[in-house]
């Protein structure tokens, strides 16, 4: 039975990630080598428990005073923590040097049986599981942010990923509310192969001089009908995490199409990140 969800990186995603679980129920251990970091993720998850607690419409938790929710959350900054974990889910920063690193620690901290969930935007499963001795228990587990609020999660079925370990995911995702859409290990996977080059897209256009970033965002959600443009997008997901992808993307395609915009370069160096740092494409 899985009780005990090891959730690793308190950045974006992750803090969502520890959310949704102990918004379900589960005892969460919540990893991230900066204790200002999980300081600041608590802070993030207990403002957006209060704002979760207001919305129509039922979620896993919903009603909890958040305080209850955030008691089951525990911090850590050692990833020896996690030997008590019955699932990890990681969602450290998008660097394969530094996943990789993690992964290899994981595999001697935890338990033999234990499932690793890859969250990425655009590292192969593959090769994560080829880092560890437990290859068949490795898959992608690909939350959208935030992560609260979208319940859809793109599960990645690795080369070596065992039927076993996808229903034991896919019944796990059930139990915090969320739909599991399976596909297979291919960089970007579905949604990031076609989301990434749509950015960085929109963001030549903007270097260019094609449009402003307003207009190609109102285009987006006036003609197409979507929630939102895709650099307001960009600035959510946070704009360093699009340049690592779409780089990831280029040098696994080796196709020109995903190489990166040199204004999204310049944004990145010059720490214009989105919302996460207050700059983007927008002030926030
Ligand atoms: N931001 C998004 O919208 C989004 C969506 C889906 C998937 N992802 C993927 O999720 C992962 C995390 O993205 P994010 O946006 O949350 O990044 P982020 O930069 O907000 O957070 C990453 C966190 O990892 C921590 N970290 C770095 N090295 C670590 C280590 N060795 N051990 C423990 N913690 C460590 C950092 O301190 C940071 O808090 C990435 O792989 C990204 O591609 C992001």
Not at 60 to 69: I, Q, Y
Not at 106 to 111: A, N
Not at 113 to 135: C, Q
Not at 233 to 239: A, V
Request: glycine share 10%.
């Amino acid at each position: 039975m899985i009780q005990t969800i090891g959730v690793v990186g308190a950045g974006t995603i992750g803090r969502g990630v520890a959310q949704s679980f102990a918004q379900a129920g589960f005892d969460v251990v919540l990893v991230d080598v900066s204790a200002a970091q999980l300081a600041s993720a608590l802070e993030q998850i207990g403002r957006d428990l209060l704002v979760l607690g207001m919305l129509p419409g039922a979620r896993p938790g919903n009603g909890e005073a958040p305080e209850k929710v955030l008691a089951r959350i525990r911090t850590a900054t050692a990833l020896a923590e996690l030997s008590c974990a019955d699932f990890v889910v990681e969602n450290v920063t998008e660097d394969w040097a530094v996943k990789r690193a993690v992964y290899e620690e994981l595999d001697t901290v935890c338990r033999p049986e234990v499932i690793f969930g890859v969250n990425t935007s655009a590292v192969p499963i593959t090769r994560v599981g080829s880092v560890t001795r437990r290859a068949g228990q490795v898959l992608g587990l690909h939350f959208m942010n935030p992560v609260p609020m979208l319940d859809t999660v793109e599960v990645v079925r690795g080369t070596y990923t065992g039927e076993d370990t996808l229903a034991a995911a896919t019944g796990l995702l059930e139990r915090i509310g969320k739909e599991a859409i399976v596909v297979a290990d291919a960089p970007g996977f579905v949604t990031n192969r076609v989301l990434m080059p749509t950015i960085n897209e929109a963001v030549f256009c903007v270097q260019d001089g094609v449009a402003t970033p307003e207009q190609v965002d109102r285009m987006f959600r006036g003609c197409f009908g979507h929630r939102m443009g895709p650099l307001e997008t960009g600035d959510l997901i946070g704009l360093d995490t699009i340049l690592n992808s779409i780089t990831v993307l280029y040098e696994s395609y080796r196709d020109s199409k995903y190489r990166p915009a040199p204004l999204l370069v310049r944004m990145v160096e010059a720490g214009q990140l989105g919302r996460k740092t207050g700059q983007g494409f927008y002030s926030y």
